[in-house]
């Protein structure tokens, strides 16, 4: 009789395939934000880009239950959660305005290292020292991303280094809420957005024209297909083996901003960003290596 071990395991490749698309439509994503935000405030983005993808969610919706959907258990972290995901995404359009879509890419790649460092005080993880050690690391990676003169080190770094910050926020509570479904996670931090856009849009509303109305909308519906195609990945193959293509994101960031924008990054910049994704893809391996020991 052959047992589990001897049985052929399934390719990676589709979920390979799936977190590679995943991460190229958040790139999309982040670079139509960047080309709107220079017309369009940050309110008025969140407040259009929510609406349609809640179009797109609505059958969705339907099909979870509109009750299970809106009344979720541990509604306090859920709060909590539209919260962080709100100022995240607020920050990152705002400092997209006025940075390369690269930098910006960059500062929030810390958002893993961040969350090591958060899981000790806030959810009582023990971490050691070699995790400690990549936290340092990369950290010093973020400094040398962000060239502190007086010159670079300017607020809207700042509030992208604030957006990372709040990014790894929301990971640690969403932490605490993995046992819920997708649709009411998206569907939460969806309608958190379209409150933001709703209350803050009217101060600086730009009528759209058809061509922009389009962008704006394709915004929602581009991010969740990307949710959906990392959250499909993971499902397919081993987080151990797919987790680490997210770092693709800086590569993407990197073109996209020279052939759309004609950015340049300086030296910098590709020093600190590979800094950062080796310090991730080591606290990320690291936590692989602890979680198979037995007991764990």
Known sequence: ?????????ASPLPGIGLMLLGILLFVLNDLIG???????GVGQVLLIRSIAALIVLAPLIQRAGWRHVAMPAQPGYHLLRVLFATLEVS????????LPLADVVTFYLAGPIWVTALAGPLLGEIIGWRRWTAVLVGFVGVVVAMRPTSAALGLPALVALGGSFFFALLMIITRKVRGCDDITLVTWTTVGAMGMGAVTAPWSWVTPGPGDLVLLALLGVVALGGHMCVNRSLKLAPAAVVVPYQYTQIVWAVLFGWLVFGDVPETGLYVGSA???????YIFMR???LARRPGA
Do not use: H, N
């Not at 009789?1 to 395991?9: G, I, K, L, N």
């Not at 960047?34 to 369009?40: A, E, P, R, S």
């Open 91 to 98: 920050c990152f359009y705002w400092a997209v305005a006025y």
């Open 1 to 9: 009789m052959s047992t589990a071990e001897d049985r052929p395991q």
């Open 275 to 281: 800094i950062i994704v080796g310090a991730g893809l």
């Open 34 to 40: 960047k080309w709107l935000v220079t017309t369009y």
């Open 287 to 289: 936590e692989q290596t």
